[in-house]
């Protein structure tokens, strides 16, 4: 099935802008494709959460206190996920997360995102 990897994590301050990366390491692109893709976070002594998804590529979905700020996309070729974040607030601080919409892959070690004031 393959491995979820993600990078591009780190510390910047408010209004700084970072891109993260998901690649599914080891997973054929057949089984890559038909999948919806989504970036999670969780933040300290908080629940993960769905930030955005994305299925085809004008079908992608944000969480409201992302919108306008964040924007997903994909590379079916390459087998990476994308998370393009502007603009970025403290309350963005977190650990974030790459899988499947349906949660239907074991969790990759995630990617620190420190926004700073």
């Known amino acids: 099935q393959g491995r979820l990897v993600e990078s591009g994590g780190g510390l910047v301050q408010a209004g700084g802008s970072l891109r993260l990366t998901c690649v599914a390491s080891g997973m054929i692109t057949s089984v890559f494709n038909p999948y919806d893709w989504a970036w999670y976070r969780q933040a300290p002594g908080k629940q993960r959460e769905l930030v955005a998804s994305?299925?085809?590529?004008?079908?992608?979905n944000y969480v409201d206190s992302v919108k306008g700020r964040f924007a997903i996309s994909r590379d079916n070729a390459r087998k990476r996920v994308y998370l393009q974040m502007d603009n970025l607030k403290p309350e963005d601080t977190a650990v974030y997360y790459c899988?499947?919409?349906?949660?239907?892959?074991?969790w990759g070690q995630g990617t620190q995102v420190t926004v700073g004031q």
């Open positions: 994305i299925g085809g590529p004008r079908s992608a």
């Open positions: 899988n499947t919409l349906k949660q239907a892959l074991a």
